[in-house]
């Protein structure tokens, strides 16, 4: 921890200009959702972090910087499949039992830019956390393809 807190503190400004660009670029270019509501400090979106998997020497970099630096810890021993891919999940050991960040002005990007609105696809947002999507979320339909004369390459 002693090692921790100072080299967070050194990384902080260059956190700090990556936040600005990115909220400068959401207002050069509007994702198509807009985020609305509040925290509700429920602590959902701690228990459950997922980050990319690599076998890359960087990937292994970015892995020790959040389990040594940012305080997160394996939730399971393996990469999970989410999305196609590989992710590892972690838990946050600085949430406190109601809910709130016990390190909350030190907190990772990940942490800051939660919940993610993309401008492509559609938002991720816990259920009960307190943040919604405007325009609301749209349910997921069923793929209609039956007798779609292009899948029938596929079926051949």
Same mark, same amino acid.
């Given at each position: 921890?002693?090692?921790?807190?100072?080299?967070?503190?050194?990384?902080?400004?260059?956190?700090?200009?990556?936040?600005?660009?990115?909220?400068?670029?959401?207002?050069?270019?509007?994702?198509?959702?807009?985020?609305?509501?509040?925290?509700?400090?429920? %602590?959902? @979106?701690?228990? !459950?972090? $997922?980050?990319?998997?690599?076998?890359?020497?960087?990937?292994?970099?970015?892995? #020790?910087? /959040?389990?040594?630096?940012?305080?997160?810890?394996?939730?399971?021993?393996?990469?999970?499949?989410?999305?196609?891919?590989?992710?590892?999940?972690?838990?946050?050991?600085?949430?406190?039992?109601? %809910?709130? @960040?016990?390190? !909350?002005? $030190?907190?990772?990007?990940?942490?800051?830019?939660?919940?993610?609105?993309?401008? #492509?696809? /559609?938002?991720?947002?816990?259920?009960?956390?307190?943040?919604?999507?405007?325009?609301?979320?749209?349910?997921?339909?069923?793929?209609?393809?039956?007798?779609?004369?292009?899948?029938?390459?596929?079926?051949?």
């Amino acid at each position: 921890k002693w090692i921790s807190t100072p080299v967070k503190c050194l990384m902080a400004p260059f956190v700090a200009i990556d936040y600005t660009m990115h909220r400068l670029a959401r207002k050069i270019i509007k994702p198509p959702f807009r985020q609305e509501g509040a925290c509700k400090q429920r %602590g959902k @979106c701690c228990h !459950y972090v $997922l980050i990319q998997y690599s076998r890359s020497p960087l990937g292994r970099l970015f892995y #020790f910087w /959040y389990t040594q630096f940012i305080g997160f810890y394996p939730r399971l021993k393996t990469p999970q499949d989410y999305d196609g891919k590989k992710v590892h999940v972690m838990g946050c050991s600085y949430l406190r039992k109601d %809910g709130s @960040c016990g390190q !909350y002005r $030190l907190r990772p990007l990940v942490c800051r830019q939660w919940p993610v609105i993309e401008h #492509f696809g /559609y938002p991720r947002i816990l259920k009960g956390c307190g943040f919604r999507s405007n325009p609301p979320y749209p349910a997921e339909t069923a793929d209609n393809l039956e007798g779609d004369p292009r899948l029938n390459v596929i079926k051949d």
